[in-house]
């Protein structure tokens, strides 16, 4: 069900789950979990975005659950980081930054930007950097705030734009090793 449930999903975030425009989140290789739990959240209004709202409203939860199933199963596109912003993002991301208080990105969402599913921390690898830089700015804004415990939000809200943009480059560039 979760493969014909996708057919609208093709339009913005491509038939794979891999979308080609930058400001759509790619889907694919995401956590069952997470993806079906986005989708309550645009569908409860918890997540706001007027365009997904409209999208989820007629989903029930075993749609939801079915997409984040097929979604899951998709093999994930990778990016490319800009050169320039690859040592700021790979500190960041791995090391985090401890003057400003930021853990690393990768105590929560792994190594490799796998994520933790049972955390519902999201797989990040590969993501496009415009997406990830606006989620973290959302988030540093507290206009998004579903995140468990506000833990992106009191992240975010300590993050500079250089430190957002770079590490959101470093995301996107990211690969299993």
Not at 35 to 57: E, H, P, S, Y
Not at 60 to 69: K, P, R, T, V, Y
Not at 157 to 171: F, G, L, N, P
Request: glycine share 10%.
């Amino acid at each position: 069900n979760g493969k014909s449930l996708s057919q609208t999903c093709a339009v913005c975030h491509g038939p794979d789950g891999n979308s080609v425009n930058p400001i759509w989140p790619k889907l694919a290789g995401q956590h069952a979990s997470y993806t079906a739990k986005q989708l309550k959240n645009f569908k409860d209004g918890i997540r706001v975005n007027a365009q997904m709202a409209g999208m989820v409203a007629t989903l029930s939860e075993q749609d939801m659950n079915d997409l984040g199933l097929y979604f899951e199963a998709q093999k994930n596109s990778f990016g490319y980081a800009k050169p320039e912003s690859i040592n700021l993002g790979e500190k960041i991301y791995r090391a985090g930054h401890s003057e400003s208080g930021i853990p690393a990105c990768m105590s929560c969402h792994g190594p490799a930007g796998s994520g933790n599913p049972g955390a519902m921390y999201p797989l990040l690898r590969g993501q496009h950097a415009e997406y990830t830089a606006s989620q973290l700015k959302m988030f540093k804004k507290g206009e998004r705030n579903n995140d468990t415990n506000n833990v992106m939000r009191s992240i975010a809200s300590r993050m500079t734009k250089e430190q957002i943009e770079a590490v959101s480059e470093y995301i996107q560039g990211l690969r299993l090793q």
